[in-house]
């Protein structure tokens, strides 16, 4: 199955696509994880990058385009996948239409005062990239990561001032696809608001697994 996470930011996207790749055995596709890993290892795109991501602007779509067509030509995603956080931009999901053919794009509605409260709290493992939350997902151990060891860390753009430049630029730039992809007849609807463990019956539910 090829699905696309749509939603604003700290929607929970990337924790239940985790869970959901697990669950339909593909792989979960994060261009924010791959540009984070860029910035870790300070390679030519990291340095490009890293001061956009800080400000909770978007990488130019020529950039992130060419990344993900690249990554969904390799063989490990020819089954299916579940891309989180791309298409963000009316011309990503137009350039993706033309060398990929999606399933579904599950679209997380959730309220910014949810939202806000979620990045606040997030931490997230520097190794495996696994983000967890103070409240609604802890750490067993204060700081590490209880799936790899890593060390936890708070993002840069978990910021107030990003997480405020993020959700305008979501509202502007990312939310025009939810009536692109339901024009299309291929959206999917989910409340976001309940908490993990019930964000997985949802999900399973919507897609009929
Ligand atoms: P990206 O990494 O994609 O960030 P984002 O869209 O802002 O989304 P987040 O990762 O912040 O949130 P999420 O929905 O994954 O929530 P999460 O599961 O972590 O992108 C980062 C940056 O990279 C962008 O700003 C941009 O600069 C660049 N970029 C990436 N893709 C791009 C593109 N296509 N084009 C251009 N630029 C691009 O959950 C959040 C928190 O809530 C966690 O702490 C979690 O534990 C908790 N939580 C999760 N689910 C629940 C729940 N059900 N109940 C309670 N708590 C929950
Ligand atoms: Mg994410
Ligand atoms: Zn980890």
Do not use: W
């Not at 996470?5 to 990337?14: D, H, I, Q, S």
């Not at 890993?37 to 060419?66: F, R, Y």
């Not at 936890?152 to 939310?175: F, G, M, S, W």
């Amino acid at each position: 199955m090829k699905l696309i996470f749509l939603g604003p930011p700290g929607a929970g996207k990337g924790t239940l696509a985790v869970r959901a790749s697990e669950i339909l055995n593909v792989l979960q596709i994060s261009t924010g994880s791959i540009f984070r890993a860029a910035v870790t290892a300070e390679s030519p795109l990291g340095l490009k990058v890293k001061a956009i991501m800080d400000a909770g602007k978007l990488v130019d779509d020529e950039t992130t385009i060419a990344l993900v067509k690249e990554r969904l030509a390799m063989d490990d995603v020819q089954k299916g996948y579940i891309l989180d956080g791309f298409p963000r931009t009316i011309p990503q999901a137009q350039a993706l239409a033309e060398f990929s053919a999606v399933d579904k794009v599950v679209n997380f509605d959730i309220p910014d005062a949810n939202v806000i409260e979620r990045l606040s709290g997030r931490r997230v493992c520097r190794k495996c990239g696994y983000n967890f939350h103070v409240i609604f997902n802890k750490t067993s151990k204060e700081g590490i990561c209880d799936r790899c060891g890593g060390e936890v860390y708070i993002r840069d753009d978990d910021k107030p001032e990003a997480i405020k430049k993020r959700l305008e630029v979501y509202r502007e730039q990312t939310a025009p696809l939810i009536e692109y992809y339901r024009k299309k007849g291929l959206l999917l609807d989910i409340d976001a608001r309940p908490l993990i463990d019930e964000m997985e019956v949802i999900f399973k539910k919507a897609i009929g697994v």
